[in-house]
């Protein structure tokens, strides 16, 4: 992953890099992850969790005791659970939903997937999904998953990034950059 100076993203890559090894090599990364996406989900949807996981003023063994509750109640793998109690324990909650992103990335680079984000400015039809699927797979060398969206300012084009990369080819951009060219000229 890339290296940060947030401190957050430290703590969250090493715990994230921690868990993916341990899944990978007891050959449960397809469940660790899977009960991940249902964590992440739980704090996306549950307002008192998120606060539970966001907020500092909850002590360690609230925490704690309130992980064992809910670990107690979801019945998870005892990897994922006695995970989570190990980040409760360490008051390391706040980068849970990181070290989930975290996991997820690695699993994905693990099985050889890279996730590209695609926005365009009218939704995708099936036939132009797909050609853009085998255009980014043959870029990419690798089995690509799109999260799609649609942004009408855009005018015409698209916008895909793949990690760090990015591709512009909004009608947007080309105006603008028509703009600017116009703008030096005269």
Same mark, same amino acid.
């Given at each position: #992953? =890339?290296?940060?100076?947030? !401190?957050? @993203? ?5 715990? =994230? ?31 008192d969790f998120r606060r539970l996981v966001e907020s500092p003023a909850f ?7 309130? &992980?064992?509750? &809910?670990?107690?109640?979801?019945? !998870?793998? !005892? ?18 939903p990181a070290i989930i992103r975290g996991v997820r990335a690695m699993a994905? =680079? ?6 590209a984000e695609v926005v365009s400015a009218h939704a995708l039809t099936d ?18 998953? #799109? ?14 990034? &793949?990690? %760090?990369?990015? &591709?512009?080819? @909004? ?5 603008? %950059? ?9």
């Amino acid at each position: #992953m =890339a290296q940060s100076s947030s !401190p957050v @993203s430290g703590v969250a890559e090493r715990y =994230a890099q921690s868990l993916f090894e341990l899944a990978r090599d007891e050959g449960s990364l397809e469940t660790v992850e899977r009960e991940l996406v249902q964590f992440q989900s739980l704090i996306e949807d549950n307002a008192d969790f998120r606060r539970l996981v966001e907020s500092p003023a909850f002590s360690s063994d609230t925490q704690l005791q309130a &992980i064992e509750a &809910i670990v107690a109640a979801t019945g !998870p793998s !005892p990897l994922v659970g006695n995970f989570l109690k190990v980040v409760a324990g360490n008051r390391r909650l706040f980068a849970l939903p990181a070290i989930i992103r975290g996991v997820r990335a690695m699993a994905a =680079a693990h099985r050889g997937e890279v996730e590209a984000e695609v926005v365009s400015a009218h939704a995708l039809t099936d036939e132009q999904r797909r050609e853009l699927s085998d255009a980014l797979g043959s870029y990419t060398h690798k089995t690509v998953t #799109m999260r799609e969206s649609v942004d009408p300012s855009l005018l015409g084009g698209l916008v895909v990034r &793949i990690g %760090s990369r990015q &591709i512009d080819t @909004s009608l947007r951009t080309k105006l603008s %950059s028509l703009k600017l060219a116009l703008k030096e000229v005269g």
